[in-house]
């Protein structure tokens, strides 16, 4: 096989894992881009050869174009040198790009009318209708990289045009699985990043601890899926064995399992729909013995009705309340705020009334996350 992808993001977890699967399968990354790791970029440049390579932060990438003189490499810049690489021939855009700054990329991969392997799931939660309308305008398909909607398109193969009845989505629960909401109040960013079944990037390990993560899963599933709410049952899951379900209206249930290691679905989405062997360590039910199942604790992991509740509300809400999360979750990483407040800036930002626009463009979508960011950062700063 003989593929030309697009990497967006390709320092960071699913990125390097996005590499391993390249090295592996023979693909050719025609473009990799970073936002500040121009050491890391400098050696992937120089084992792959792309065309491109994007540095986002200016003077590192001015650093990298010095290093890389010797090669043929090009080097570009910039929000703008992503967005022109996700413009380039290729046959696939891999987006692993942290929040929304994935969702211009994607959409301008969708404009040139690239298939999309999507590890962004930021770029649904913000921009859902825009862009699954987009991607049909142009023909364009979004296999999904997350594990859980990856499980779930896996499961519908071969289903026909056999209605969903609803969908399984597991979680894992993340590092504070158990702890009530007191116990939460002082858990720090060091606590946090320990995240027991997958190795991932400390935005979504924060997003993973606090389950907002799993709420902007629902979300992503709903706009994939064309699924309503009431059609999403999120299961936790502690093992991450089952990476999420399919139920037919037969009441006959499909799950997708396997060891937890994301190059699975990675090269699902860059191979699909042919399967290949996959460097993972492979399934032992046997040696696992018993797989559990609980409800989630909503009550405790707040974040997880917020974000359901903000895309219930539907509008411009799924993207207040992101941008609420991001400008959150930053502070709390740099240890300016608790655990529990991330998810008091996500109810701040559901009672505020100026999200309800239903016919939105880009704009209104970029102009909202940044009066979210605003709103929260003011709230969460000038307390008391
Ligand atoms: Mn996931």
Known sequence: MNKKIVILGSTGSIGTQTLEVCRKMNFKPIALTANRNFELLEKQAREFLPRFVVCKDIDKAKKLRENLKDTDVKVWEGEEGIERAAELPCDIVLNSLVGIAGLIPTMKAIETGHDIALANKETLVTGGKIVTEAAKKHKVKIYPVDSEHSAIFQCLQGSGKNKIAKIIL??????????????LEKMTAADALKHPNWDMGSKITIDSATLMNKAFEFIEAMWLFDLNPEQIEVVVHRESIIHSAVEYEDGSVIAQMGCPDMK???????????????????????????????KPDSESFRCLKYGIEAVKKKGLYPCAINGANEKAVELFLGGKIGFNDISRAAEHILNQNEFEKENFTLEDVINTDKRARIITEEFLLNRK
Do not use: H, M, N
């Open 170 to 183: 597991t979680a894992s629960g993340g590092p504070f699985f158990g702890k009530t909401y007191k116990e």
């Open 264 to 294: 699975i679905p990675i090269q699902y989405a860059l191979t699909y729909p042919d399967r290949f062997e996959c460097d993972v360590k492979k399934l032992s039910l046997t040696d696992i013995g018993k797989l559990t199942f609980y």
